[in-house]
């Protein structure tokens, strides 16, 4: 048994010895090529999380808009009470 694997790891070993530049090159290309493309997805996956924070962010900004206007009409509505005038007959009468 011992024969068999000391021969298996042999063959192994030597065809691995046995590889040529060439493979090596198309090896570091893949991986290369592998990298950039999980460059890629990182980027693309990155970009689309940003897209969506920012839909987010302008709904906030949106928001807070809508209720500073209602504060703004709100402090319109109490200067124009306090400008109308009261009515003379009121104006003496104690509730």
């Known amino acids: 048994m011992r024969i068999v694997f000391t021969l298996l790891l042999c063959v192994l070993g030597s065809h691995a010895i046995a590889q040529s530049p060439t493979d090596d090159a198309a090896l570091l290309n893949a991986e290369q090529r592998d990298a950039r493309l999980r460059e890629q997805q990182e980027l693309e996956a990155r970009a689309s999380e940003l897209q969506a924070q920012q839909e987010t962010t302008r709904e906030l900004l949106d928001q807070q808009e809508q209720y500073l206007d209602a504060l703004r009409a709100q ?10 005038p009261v009515p003379a007959n009121q104006a003496g009468t104690a509730p």
Request: aromatic share 0%; hydrophobic share 20%.
């Open 75 to 84: 402090i319109q509505t109490i200067k124009d009470s306090k400008q109308t």
